[in-house]
């Protein structure tokens, strides 16, 4: 067993990365994700692998491009503005079907907006965020050992299916510290990268890394295709975690990432005070774990409750699941505030009404 | 059940995030859960600082204290945003060299440690965070002395280990 | 019977969906000649830009690339950075390059990526119907610039080929024609220098190409070849801009 040591959020994702062969980093200075890229420059070189800072975040993808179409496994790393500013090249990524790892460590918005943690990049990451009928796998993981494995998850996600995955945390993953543990792990059979514009090297006929389909039944089919693949990933790779879901339960939670733990906090606080309360935590934002809901829809008294460090927006996806059933309610901070278990555990009392 | 959720606070270049530091490591040594989770940002450039630090034989929830079992302070700033987060029965540690106001409340625990002469007596003024860390662990038992020396042995300078050490011996004596 | 003249192998028997007169055919089959010449094909990786040449990935047998807007230098350098024994070039149009895709030149530059960059300049936007790029003249009318560019509110043209030799990372920048046949010799010959200095892993390499657009500039080939003699060559002076090979800049 490898040994644990105590390493912070966005370093331990430049770890993850380099144990999971990515071969190439290009980076641009952000608040909260700049430890990233820091570690990658000290790291990458040392294991004779490419450290590149670009000029921006718009040519860093853009090299994440380049080199995700010769079939090596790359990655880059950025912060909500830096996010937008990508979201070109992802939609290029996606539509070209290279497989790659984007983290991003989110931070309050619109605009500048603040450095501190958010989740208001919810809907850019799962809703599209570029241009086109593209998704991105979303993992939201909610522990820096979490993070650890779903960067390395993300790599064999990316290659399996040819897409794009995100990872995203936020300001508060990013930069604590926690133990973690770099495990071992079983070489994963995933398909060869006959796809990859490399250089012909003896092959008959060129590979092309395009997006550009300009007659419409091509697109369209391109598109049909893209959509196929979605249906697999939606039907394969699913995750979530059900806490304190196994009896009646007066409220369901549904939060991801850090917030996540903060419930499991006010869970523990409302159950003293015998309110029963479950957590169904996404673990893949896009695919949505709609399922979860199945599980859970019959043992709660008063519904759902979407908490975020948002104005509401994965709320939507609960409505989506929840489908009129039961009732769902929203609380959020946003800008960075991130709420305390007390004033979780406040809200769900007002819904359920209080202490029984 | 072990739980400790702490708060480290003064002014940047105390060594506030490095005593965090070493403090979870040392329940990382012990093989409980540990959580560290610094203040970032503007607040990085020179002003103030301050760490959450949480240790418990039980999952962490949130790594940001909010209600913090122990506090320690190494400036006025700090006693001031921080005195009301002490839990009613917790423990508030103060610099009592830098902090020249007595705190207001009376249902806390107050352990004052003139920590920068302290420290200049056993060699540098620099150590001062040891002599404060030596108290808290002596007080709260959140860990062990063994267990920290062990952290400042991994992951401190070796130079610095003895000078370390004698800090943390003399900040104990003010728990005692 | 000797063969003569025959269609280079780095380039696809296909017809090609440029106007009538455009010069981009000379300039594919300069680059593609080269590739040939040099034993580069097995390893060389092209990118396309989005413009004109948008379509050029169909074109050359080599693996192709085909770039968001102005990015192809930054593509080429992921592509470089990962497979660094591959010849990578871009090939790119004036506004892509000068325009909306300045800082990734600039920056590759000057970073002296091991690449080579084709820069096809002629003075418009040719894909989008005529309109006014950083290149257009001053005075020169365009579907955006219907009074003619007026240097006062659209600016000044930019000469891209003096601005990236001042860039220590370029090795070689060089301004060429194809307004006829010995500018067109002259052309391949620095083509195939800046493939050559790639190949020694020298730094970055830079062939700057005025080119014709009779369709958007409402002229003949043959009247355009002589817009081209008369108003681009004084205002963009062909010739190296840089040799560090040599020492020589101008």
Known sequence: MAEKVLMKGNEAIGEAAIQAGCQCFFGYPITPQTEVAAYMSRRMPKVGRVYLQAESEVAAINMVYGAAGTGVRVMTSSSSPGISLKAEGISYIAGAELPCVIINIVRGGPGLGGIQPAQSDYFQATKGGGHGDYKLVVFAPASVQEMVDLVQDAFDVADKYRTPVMVMGDGMLGQMMEPVEFKERPKKELPEKTWAANGLRGREKHNIINSLFLKPEELEDHNNKLQAKYKEIENNEVRYELYNCDEEMDLVIVAYGTLARICKNAIKMLKKEGINVGLIRPITLWPFPTEAFEKVMDKTKNGFISVEMSCGQMVEDVALSVNGRKPVHFYGRSGGMVPTPAEVANRIKGIVGGAK | ?176 | MAVVFERPKALLDVPTHYCPGCTHGVIHRLVAEVIDELGILDKTIGVAPVGCSVLAYDYFTCDMYEAAHGRAPAVATGIKRSVPDSVVFTYQGDGDLAAIGTAEIIHAAARGEKITTIFVNNAIYGMTGGQMAPTTLPGQVTETSPYGRDVNTAGHPIRVSEMISTLDGAVYVERVSVDSVPNIIKAKKAIKKAFEIQLKGLGFSFVEVLSICPTNWGLSPNESIKWLRDNMIPYYPLGVKKDATTGEVK
């Not at chain 2, 540098?124 to 267990?147: D, Q």
């Not at chain 2, 020396?149 to 300078?157: P, Q, S, T, V």
Request: aromatic share 6%.
């Open chain 2, 1 to 176: 059940m072990a739980n400790q959720e702490i708060i480290f606070a003064g002014f940047g270049g105390q060594g506030i995030l490095s005593m965090g530091k070493f403090l979870a490591y040392a329940g990382l040594e012990e093989d409980l859960n540990v959580s560290w989770f610094p203040s970032y940002g503007p607040e990085m450039r020179g002003g103030t600082s301050n760490c959450s630090v949480i240790i418990s034989d039980e999952p962490i929830g949130s790594p940001l204290v909010v209600d913090a079992t122990t506090v320690v302070v190494m400036n006025r700033p700090s006693l001031d945003k921080f005195e009301s987060h002490v839990v009613k029965g917790g423990l508030l540690i103060i610099d009592s060299d830098l902090v020249n106001r007595e705190p207001e409340r009376d249902d806390i625990e107050v352990i004052k440690i003139p920590a920068q002469t302290v420290a200049e007596e056993v060699g540098s003024k620099k150590i001062a965070n040891m002599v404060l860390l030596g108290a808290l662990v002596e007080k709260t038992k959140i860990v062990s002395m063994e267990s920290l020396l062990n952290a400042l042995k991994h992951h401190g300078k070796e130079q610095f280990f003895e000078l370390n050490k004698k800090a943390l011996e003399r900040g104990a004596e003010f728990a005692r």
